[in-house]
C-alpha cells in the first residue's frame, strides 16, 4: 500500500432507526467526523446518519459520490480518486455494513488493485447476528442473497438448496425483499421437509427483533408476522 495515499474506510450505519451509537461503536464516529468525502447508496439517507452520529460536522462541506444501479462503472472508478491526494473516504453502507449484500465490493476491489488501503469499521451484519442467533452450523454457512422470483425455480432452488445443506453439513442464509417475506415464509414451510431447522431473524437489533429456530413441522404451527420487515431466513437439514 502507498503510505502516501488516502485510505478507504469501509463505514457501517444502523439496521433500523434506533440511535447510532446504541449499536456502532464511537470508532465509527471519529472516523466519519473526520471524513468529508463519502461513497454512498443514497444520498439523503446517508447525510441523516453523517448528521444524527457527527452533530457538529458541516453538511456543506460534504462531497458525496452516490453508488447505485444508475451509476455507471466508469463513473464509479473516480470515486477513490481522493484517495490519491492523501485524502481518506468513506465508504457508507445503506443498513449494516458494505459491500456485504450491500453495493460497494466493486469499489473496494478498485481500491486493493489501486494500492490504496482499506479499513473495514466494525458494525452490525444482520447475516452475521442470524447467524450467530440461529444456533445452527457456525462453521459452514453459504449466503444465497435473493431466491429467484419465478415461483417454479424459486422452489427447485429451495429444493437445491436443502439437499446442499444436508451433503455438505452447511446451514444456507438468504434475503428477500421485505413485502414479499410473508409469502416466502409460507412458501418455505411448504417446501422444506419437516425435519429441517429454519431460522426466521427480523427487525435486528431493534427494540422489535425477533429471532427462532424450529423444525419446519414446529413452525406449521407458528404464526409469524414478518410484512414488510427487513428478515433473514437460515435453514440447515441434518
Known amino acids: 500500500m502507498n503510505a502516501k495515499f488516502g485510505k478507504l474506510f469501509l463505514i457501517p450505519t444502523t439496521l433500523g432507526q434506533n440511535e447510532p451509537l446504541e449499536v456502532l461503536p464511537i470508532s465509527v464516529k471519529k472516523i466519519v467526523e473526520g471524513l468529508d468525502f463519502f461513497i454512498v447508496e443514497n444520498e439523503k439517507s446517508a447525510r441523516r446518519f ?3 452520529i457527527a452533530p457538529r460536522k458541516s453538511q ?3 462531497r458525496i459520490f452516490v453508488l447505485d444501479k444508475y451509476t455507471t462503472e466508469f463513473e464509479s472508478k473516480s470515486f477513490i480518486d481522493p484517495c490519491f ?5 468513506g465508504l457508507l453502507s445503506e443498513a ?3 459491500a456485504i449484500a450491500d453495493p460497494g465490493a466493486n469499489i473496494v476491489m478498485l481500491a486493493h488493485q489501486k494500492k490504496v488501503a482499506v479499513v473495514p469499521l466494525v ?6 447476528l442470524a447467524m450467530m442467533g440461529s444456533g445452527l452450523n457456525g462453521q459452514n454457512f453459504a449466503f444465497n442473497g435473493y431466491l429467484p422470483i419465478d ?5 427447485q432452488k429451495i429444493k437445491g438448496l436443502e439437499k446442499h445443506s444436508k451433503q455438505e453439513d452447511q446451514s444456507q442464509i438468504f434475503i428477500e425483499t421485505p413485502y414479499r417475506n410473508q409469502k416466502l415464509f409460507e412458501e418455505l414451510k ?5 425435519a429441517t431447522y429454519l431460522c426466521v431473524a427480523a427487525d435486528l437489533t431493534l427494540p422489535s427483533e425477533y429471532i427462532k429456530t424450529m423444525t419446519v413441522k414446529e413452525w406449521k404451527n407458528e404464526n409469524a408476522d414478518l410484512h414488510k420487515r427487513p428478515c433473514i431466513f437460515i435453514f440447515h437439514k441434518y
Open 123 to 128: 458494525g452490525p451484519s444482520s447475516i452475521i
Open 50 to 52: 453523517i448528521k444524527k
Open 85 to 89: 491526494k492523501g485524502i481518506n473516504v
Open 96 to 98: 449494516g455494513v458494505p
Open 60 to 62: 456543506p462541506s460534504l
Open 151 to 155: 415461483k417454479t425455480e424459486r422452489k
Open 190 to 194: 411448504n417446501v422444506l421437509t419437516p
